[in-house]
């Protein structure tokens, strides 16, 4: 399949141009780029791995080293990383994990994938999904029952895992913070990978301590690596879950130094021959405890509404009753003031923030809700997080894209054929399976 290769680097956009292109709400919001964003990431890394790619290639080693950090702010990687490249790309929306990961690794949009989340409508279940632990609602709680929750489709067929089997690759996903908090949506994004290996480090008991996140990457990725055959092309992929502490501590000192160690790791893979691209999904920005979740919960009565409000963080949509759409929208915008756009579902669209299929149109309420300051009231409820994210302010929209060229011997440039989506499906892994894991 001939395919335009993402992120020519003598052409991609500088932080200021991206922000330039692509502002919205008089300047307060950014909204995902066509080109220079996240949705990229699968057709960058097949063209690299295929040798396609003009200025990124797999190094002596035939390796890639593929490492997600999840809440990576663009201005903080600044300040830390020194990679070979450091490019600015866009998340999408709504700027949360559950969205992004699986957009990144199979480049299909929600409306496809399935979890635009995390909480949203289910029409399949006729009640709101929570697809962070596959839940859904009734009455005033959250209840897990697979038999009905399995009936909402989350997945796609093919991703990143799967062009990389067409091209021989051996692929490793290791599974760290994921191994102990399972669900269908980070399964379902992780699927065709050839093995998958546990961190040796319990991801329950280190997500507050920055230096053991970096040991953990550290250790598996370098055990993986060895585990490898040799000669034969290999990808190594691990997310690593740094959400958890930027919600409670922000972007520290303490996390500077284990980052500064990490970026350490990246060039010590690069000078050995692998290549290294690093990427964040979103970032966060300061928010203050929530204080108007009464006015919120009281305007968003049974009279008012059909169902409770989805969404999560920094972005919240309403399902308000027929006739009562107006009347809901102008309640909001009086309790919310200029902490947020309020608009109708329908502007997501016209604004180039999200593209609406017929799905998106049920899972989405009719009226939208997107923090736009740290004073927006909505984001906590008083469970020890300082920092939010979801909507669309720069610090939220902006993150790194870093690339650790392989230092190699020099040697005959190798060109494969890009796979098309129908040979992805039709190609199992190729990894040994004798390696265990």
Known sequence: ?????????????????????????SGRGVRPDAHQSVTNIRPFVRAVAAGSH??????????????GLDSIKHSFA???????????????????????WPTALTGYSPETFGSVGPVFYA????????????SYRVQESFVVDPKVTDQHPIGSKDNLFSDLNVLGFQTVCINGFYA???SRWSQAMQENAGRYVTSKYDWRNITMQPDLIVASIREDVSEALTSMNKGQNALVWTLSDIDCYVHEHGYSDNLKTALDE??????????NGHLVIAFADHG?????????????????????????????????????????????KEQIEGLLGDTAAVIWRADLEKLGILSLGENLKSQIGEIVVLGLTEDFPLALHGDGFIYEHGSVSRDEMLVPLMIYKAAAKEASAHTLTVPSREDALAHPATFNPKLGG
């Open 1 to 25: 399949m001939t395919e335009t290769f993402s992120f020519d680097l003598e052409k991609v956009r500088t932080r200021n141009a991206l922000i330039h292109a692509n502002s919205i709400f």
């Open 54 to 67: 003009p200025q990124i290639s797999v190094g002596e080693k035939k390796s890639i080293v593929l490492i």
């Open 78 to 100: 600044e300040k830390v990383f020194k990679p070979d490249h450091l490019v600015c790309m866009t998340s999408v929306f709504p700027s949360t994990s559950i969205r992004v």
């Open 123 to 134: 029409k399949e279940i006729d009640a709101l999904y929570n697809a962070l632990d596959d």
């Open 180 to 182: 102990h908090k399972k």
């Open 262 to 271: 990490l970026d350490g790791f990246f060039r010590e893979l690069a000078n």
């Open 284 to 328: 966060q920005v300061p928010q203050v405890v929530s204080t108007f979740t009464e006015g919120w919960d009281n305007i968003h009565s049974d009279e008012n509404c059909r169902r409770p409000s989805g969404g999560a963080g920094r972005v919240r949509w309403s399902y308000p009753r027929p006739g009562h759409e107006q009347a809901l």
